[in-house]
């Protein structure tokens, strides 16, 4: 009987350590979705969640074909909750990237390397290159990482901060940027 016993035992203790490996190696699917908009938002329904004070600047990419409009804290009426500066990737009138850089407050209450490690709890072990934490799904990319800033000081005008970032995007995007 205890010989059936630890066999039964060890059985099931395999059983569960190839289904928490089987966990490991397929990883949550990354949200698509950050500050209230989600990938595949027509710029309307953006300006519907998030309504511009003014009109937001944009520059367009041309490697990436991607348009890229700014948005500042002053650019709209109800702003998030310590976000200094969004970016906002459109291609074919379709959001392809949000990009949220944090106040100095927040990066000071919430190092890169800090939100790394409670996105780890979610996504599991980033990869990372270059200072940047990173997650993918195939399909989408999450990226933490310390974006520069000019610094608000007037003395030095080359001088930049490092501020908090996340970023959600498309993975193809993702993969035109590191060629």
């Known amino acids: 009987m205890k010989l059936f016993l630890k066999i039964v035992f060890l059985g ?4 569960l350590a190839f289904s928490a490996r089987a966990q490991d190696e397929a990883p949550s699917p990354v949200q698509r979705h950050l500050a209230h908009l ?9 300006e519907r969640i998030y309504s511009p004070s003014h009109e937001w600047p944009s520059q ?6 991607v348009n890229r409009i700014r948005i500042e804290r002053s650019g709209l009426k109800y702003p998030e909750p310590h976000v200094d500066v969004m970016w906002l990737g459109m291609k ?11 106040d100095a407050a927040y990066t000071r209450e919430e ?5 790394a490690g409670e996105l780890s709890l979610i996504y599991g072990e980033p990869r990372r290159s270059q200072g940047k934490f990173w997650w993918t799904d195939g399909e989408t990319v999450l990226r933490a990482f310390y974006a520069e800033v000019p610094s608000p000081q007037k003395d030095d005008a080359g001088a930049v901060e490092l501020r ?16």
């Open 12 to 15: 099931s203790a395999l059983a």
């Open 164 to 179: 908090t970032s996340l970023q959600v995007m498309d993975a193809g995007l993702f993969e035109k940027a590191a060629d």
């Open 111 to 115: 190092s890169v390397e800090q939100l």
């Open 60 to 65: 367009r990419e041309l490697k990436q074909g």
């Open 38 to 46: 989600k990938l595949g938002d027509h710029l309307d329904e953006i």
């Open 92 to 102: 074919r009138d379709r959001l392809v990237e949000i990009q949220l850089i944090y």
